[in-house]
């Protein structure tokens, strides 16, 4: 048997096979059932979520031997021809390519004549919002006196750009994309059914590039398959759809939420040598942080589409990490995303927003120090440095410099950046900016302390 492409192979055949419109498929079934059949359907919605599957089945019920039936036998002459796509009462038109007048006078002429073997003469014409003008008006004058045993299936991703004069005279059916859920759950079963394996990180990372399009998550299975053979991993997904890894993404993260710029400009540097764009950089980077910000304000449910492994990562980046810093360093990384593009030096848009970013996350960590704990004098350089971080490791190294000891100075280079380095003279003793007022007795021995250095040098 030749070669068929998933989405060929595993279209749905019936009503109870087309995933996750059944608002469409039991409402088609039960016209059909009552017999209340309509001159023009239209289905609409956006690509790749069954329209012009439902289309053909609806069309095989209305043809099938044993109907009109809701549930065509798939065995008549009639059945196996609609299934191969050359069953003479069953035309399908794609509407891009025959937007013109003629080919829809043609159509209407045709339509006069009688079924050839079928009950009714069916017409499926997808993309139908890209008909001229004319040639709706043509379309109207059949839909306005419409043949007995004709019907009309349109498809579009666009109905607004359908006269309302043919919307009026279509039964109107909307497709909605198919839910992560759904669409995992079928992969897999039909994976499996072929001896395809799939991780979960996999399963993720397809339906999450799908868009919620079945045509496209197939389309993306043929690739994996060609690509990775039978057994499908996470990485190989990435590595194929060019995705941006997560643990590169929760690394920049990691360094912005923690205040250390170097490390988060490092990580980003890491990324653009392996060959990511700016632009998917940022893009994943947004999304990982709208993920992480999802957590962080308890709304994990809405995560559907997050592997497992992306799950545990967001979890622990957010622990005790407050949502609104989260929110604030996604606001300017989204409006860098914007200035990126109209940016000559996209990189450098990019490394001012994850630096202001971090700069941001390293206020918030002002605001939750204890106001004792925020001032380290670096003796050897006589320079003030004041350390202002709520992470353990930088209290344990205010605390201990306060108790008299002698930090290193390197190991205080690394454990923290410093908001500033400040030389401090007398006469910067009055505007010396320290936020917390009740503090003020602190502030005047630290600045006792320092004018002491300067006398003994
Ligand atoms: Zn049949």
Same mark, same amino acid.
């Given at each position: 048997?030749?070669?068929?492409?998933?989405? #060929?192979?595993?279209?749905? $055949?019936?009503?109870?096979?087309? &995933?996750? !419109?059944?608002?469409?498929?039991?409402?088609?079934?039960? /016209?059909?059932?009552?017999?209340?059949?309509?001159? /023009?359907?239209?289905?609409?919605?956006?690509?790749?979520?069954?329209?012009?599957?439902?289309? #053909?089945?609806?069309?095989?019920?209305?043809?099938?031997?044993?109907?009109?039936?809701?549930?065509?036998?798939?065995?008549?002459?009639?059945?196996?021809?609609?299934? @191969?796509?050359?069953?003479?009462?069953?035309?399908?038109?794609?509407?891009?390519?025959?937007?013109?007048?003629?080919?829809?006078?043609?159509?209407?002429?045709?339509?006069?004549?009688?079924?050839?073997?079928?009950?009714?003469?069916?017409?499926?014409?997808?993309?139908?919002?890209? *008909?001229?003008?004319?040639?709706?008006?043509?379309?109207?004058? =059949?839909?306005? +006196?419409?043949?007995?045993?004709?019907?009309?299936? %349109?498809?579009?991703? !666009?109905?607004?750009?359908?006269?309302?004069?043919?919307?009026?005279?279509? !039964?109107? %059916?909307?497709?909605?994309?198919?839910?992560?859920?759904?669409?995992?759950?079928?992969?897999?079963?039909?994976? /499996?059914?072929?001896?395809?394996?799939?991780?979960?990180?996999?399963?993720?990372?397809?339906?999450?590039?799908?868009?919620?399009?079945?045509?496209?998550?197939?389309?993306?299975?043929?690739?994996?398959?060609?690509?990775?053979?039978?057994?499908?991993?996470?990485?190989?997904?990435?590595?194929?759809?060019?995705?941006?890894?997560?643990?590169?993404?929760?690394?920049?993260?990691?360094?912005?939420? @923690?205040?250390?710029?170097?490390?988060? =400009?490092?990580?980003?540097?890491?990324?653009?040598?392996?060959?990511?764009?700016?632009?998917?950089? &940022?893009?994943?980077?947004?999304?990982? *942080?709208?993920?992480?910000?999802?957590?962080?304000?308890?709304?994990?449910?809405?995560?559907?589409?997050?592997?497992?492994?992306?799950? #545990?990562?967001?979890?622990?980046?957010?622990?005790? *990490?407050?949502?609104?810093?989260?929110?604030?360093? &996604?606001?300017?990384?989204?409006?860098?995303?914007?200035?990126?593009?109209?940016?000559?030096?996209?990189?450098?848009?990019?490394?001012?927003?994850?630096?202001?970013?971090?700069?941001?996350?390293?206020?918030?960590?002002?605001?939750? *120090?204890?106001?004792?704990?925020?001032?380290?004098?670096?003796?050897?350089? $006589?320079?003030?440095?004041?350390?202002?971080?709520?992470?353990?490791?930088?209290?344990?190294?205010?605390?201990?410099? !306060?108790?008299?000891?002698?930090?290193?100075?390197?190991? =205080?280079?690394?454990?923290?950046?410093?908001? +500033?380095?400040?030389?401090?003279?007398?006469?910067?003793?009055?505007?010396?900016?320290?936020?917390?007022?009740?503090?003020?007795?602190?502030?005047?021995?630290?600045? #006792?302390? =320092?004018?002491?250095? %300067?006398?003994?040098?």
């Amino acid at each position: 048997m030749s070669y068929l492409v998933f989405a #060929r192979k595993w279209r749905p $055949q019936s009503f109870e096979e087309v &995933l996750s !419109q059944d608002h469409v498929t039991i409402t088609l079934k039960n /016209a059909i059932d009552t017999e209340r059949i309509g001159h /023009a359907y239209l289905l609409t919605g956006p690509r790749g979520v069954g329209k012009t599957t439902t289309a #053909r089945i609806l069309a095989k019920a209305l043809n099938c031997e044993n109907g009109p039936t809701s549930t065509p036998c798939q065995k008549c002459d009639s059945c196996r021809s609609i299934t @191969a796509g050359n069953h003479m009462d069953v035309r399908e038109i794609d509407g891009a390519s025959n937007r013109g007048i003629d080919q829809i006078r043609d159509l209407r002429e045709k339509a006069r004549y009688a079924t050839a073997s079928g009950k009714y003469k069916i017409y499926i014409i997808d993309e139908v919002h890209m *008909l001229t003008k004319e040639a709706f008006n043509a379309l109207l004058k =059949i839909l306005e +006196e419409p043949p007995e045993s004709v019907v009309f299936i %349109f498809a579009t991703t !666009q109905p607004r750009k359908i006269p309302d004069t043919i919307l009026s005279r279509c !039964q109107r %059916f909307d497709f909605r994309r198919i839910p992560v859920s759904d669409m995992s759950e079928y992969l897999k079963k039909e994976a /499996a059914s072929e001896g395809i394996t799939l991780d979960s990180t996999a399963l993720s990372l397809v339906c999450r590039a799908s868009g919620g399009s079945m045509r496209d998550a197939l389309s993306l299975m043929d690739q994996l398959v060609s690509f990775s053979g039978n057994d499908i991993r996470g990485e190989e997904v990435a590595t194929l759809f060019g995705m941006v890894k997560t643990d590169l993404l929760a690394d920049i993260t990691s360094g912005i939420l @923690a205040g250390n710029t170097a490390r988060a =400009i490092d990580h980003v540097s890491g990324a653009l040598a392996e060959g990511y764009s700016v632009d998917e950089l &940022l893009d994943a980077l947004i999304v990982f *942080l709208r993920n992480l910000l999802l957590v962080t304000a308890g709304a994990s449910n809405s995560l559907s589409d997050v592997p497992e492994s992306e799950s #545990r990562l967001l979890l622990k980046l957010s622990e005790d *990490l407050p949502d609104i810093a989260v929110l604030n360093i &996604l606001r300017i990384l989204s409006s860098a995303a914007v200035e990126v593009k109209r940016s000559s030096l996209p990189r450098v848009t990019l490394e001012t927003a994850v630096m202001t970013a971090s700069k941001l996350s390293r206020a918030f960590s002002i605001k939750d *120090l204890p106001p004792v704990a925020d001032k380290v004098v670096e003796r050897n350089s $006589q320079t003030t440095t004041t350390t202002r971080e709520a992470s353990p490791e930088k209290e344990i190294a205010a605390d201990s410099s !306060q108790e008299g000891k002698e930090q290193p100075s390197v190991e =205080i280079a690394e454990n923290s950046e410093p908001i +500033e380095d400040t030389a401090i003279s007398a006469e910067d003793e009055e505007d010396d900016s320290v936020a917390n007022e009740d503090d003020e007795e602190k502030e005047k021995e630290t600045s #006792r302390t =320092i004018l002491g250095l %300067f006398d003994a040098v």
